[in-house]
């Protein structure tokens, strides 16, 4: 099923004012991370400039300021780790984009395209200590274990999915799969959530519920962006369809359209021949409308109910409503 | 000046003596890296098995062993920094060897030329993460964030050197030449040893002292690491002479060197040409014997009288001993 244009307008709409009650936290987190682009040495200048200059929808450190909001006023700490935990994902971006040999990140070319590779593994680099050395800012080493570990976790994740062979790939399980984006994206959701819990000294049993909270709507975040890239608007994506596929990634919607497509065009998908794009184009005419994806974006509707759930026993306020929108509005995007 | 025999024989025998008073705290280092290596994901072990299996001489965890049992006992967070030292270390290593195209690392193929670049990187995000958790067992803020300077500052120098032209490396500047080997080399001695002396409780000019001595004695490694690359015994190195220029990195012996060099083999030797390898062959023969090569290695022996002078005032004993054969041994070693 596409999301209709019915629902997307309301999403744009529910998206443009649902970051209105933390705007002002927000603003500094960006103030922080133009900053952190600030420094004396004129070729990192350039790289971070590029790097830090075009930021996306903040929706992680949002997540921190509202899960550290939840309980009381920000402090610098919190705001800190928001604008680490933003910085962190800036530096897995730049170094996934060179493993996957992706040329283009939001609109504009991928760090390794416009600076050659070494530069952006070395900025990449950059960003992961200068991500910590802003995290360490929260005074709180409890934080900077979530902090390391998530790096592992997302690490180990992608080593994993870049060890699996075409064949492995094209058959991969929905454990797999979920194993994968657990730790390819799910894990950063859940360290701005626990970290903004952990910095608003919530307690044990709240800041569980925000750690599960942030681990299922990563989950989702993941499984409506492979609706997307399957299914989505090649205008506003300003990328083809089918993008993953053609990277070799195996997601959960092609895993439910298998049922539908024969053996040698599922192959032929992952194989490096001339007969690869026919047999993408084939399974994404196939995706749109079928009920398997239908399927998926309910389990994805699911996740977010879940997510929601959790919050029930938090303070109520302008961030619980904040969250809560959050998950619906993640399901529900088109872009 | 080539380093002679008798001197190398020596020094040999002062290294495989030099660490015995602290070879039990540098074999639970080894283990703990061994156990660092044993994880459930069995692609990242197998990178990890590759990474971490064989350790070099174990110079940086011996330095903040030293540096903290100068003043008490070694407990499980001096332990932990010291295999946090050598993890880190290794994650750098591994991601030189890709931003310099080096295909072979201690005698074997590097990371990436073994097991693709991609994997490569990835596992030293991971040994970066790893070292960044293992340091925060130290429970010690302040070590954290030299931790994440240090990442900061060897990333920074890696850029700066990256980003400059043929022409610019092959007229590098003395001073331009040691901000470089200070950010790439001596920054994480400093982390080693200043770390340790955090560890160790020491007063604050102690600690000043260690993290002076720390990069004096990590700009003299360097500089006997480029006089080495330049005339160092081939069949010992396990290289060719003059890889550094091979690789487009100008040195402090061939900056030294530049006066008896014409400006045509000069830039030739930096240039993508056929006329490269005869050039770098003509510069590694001129350096054999030369007083440009004695006098670079005059300045790191000064260096190295500089980084034990500091040592004057602390506590006396085999720690300070260590510290100080390791200096003159750095300097007079042959590989």
């Given at each position: 099923m596409r999301l209709s244009h019915a629902v997307s307008a309301q999403a744009h709409e529910l998206g443009n004012g649902l970051f209105t009650p933390i705007a002002a936290d927000l603003f500094l987190v960006e103030e922080r991370l133009r900053a952190m682009a600030r420094v004396e040495c004129t070729p990192l200048e350039a790289l971070l400039a590029r790097a830090?200059?075009?930021?996306?929808?903040?929706v992680r450190p949002a997540l921190t300021i509202a899960c550290g909001r939840l309980f009381r006023e920000p402090n610098a700490g919190l705001l800190s780790m928001a604008a680490a935990v933003e910085c962190l994902h800036t530096a897995t971006l730049i170094h996934d984009d060179i493993v996957d040999e992706t040329e283009e990140r939001r609109g504009g070319p991928s760090l390794h395209a416009s600076s050659g590779r070494a530069a952006a593994l070395l900025a990449g680099d950059y960003l992961f200590a200068q991500a910590a050395a802003v995290a360490s800012e929260t005074n709180n080493l409890r934080i900077m274990r979530l902090f390391a570990d998530c790096v592992m976790k997302v690490c180990t994740g992608q080593i994993e999915e870049n060890a699996r062979g075409r064949t492995a790939r094209a058959f991969l399980t929905r454990e797999s799969y979920y194993r994968t984006i657990d730790a390819k994206t799910a894990a950063l959701f859940t360290l701005a959530c626990e970290s903004g819990a952990v910095l608003g000294e919530a307690s044990l049993s709240q800041i569980d519920a925000l750690r599960t909270y942030g681990r299922t709507l990563g989950l989702a975040f993941q499984i409506i962006d492979d609706i997307l890239d399957l299914t989505g608007d090649e205008e506003l994506m300003g990328k083809p369809a089918g993008s993953d596929l053609r990277q070799g990634v195996m997601t959960l919607p092609v895993i439910y359209l298998r049922d539908e497509i024969s053996p040698t065009t599922l192959l032929a998908a992952f194989s490096d021949d001339g007969a690869r794009d026919r047999a993408i184009q084939e399974i994404t005419e196939g995706a749109r409308g079928s009920r398997a994806i239908e399927r998926v974006h309910e389990e994805a509707r699911d996740l977010a109910v879940s997510a929601t759930t959790l919050l029930a026993g938090l303070p109520p306020g302008v961030c619980r409503d904040l969250l809560e929108a959050l998950a619906t509005l993640i399901v529900e995007r088109d872009l």
């Open positions: 830090l200059g075009n930021p996306g929808k903040l």
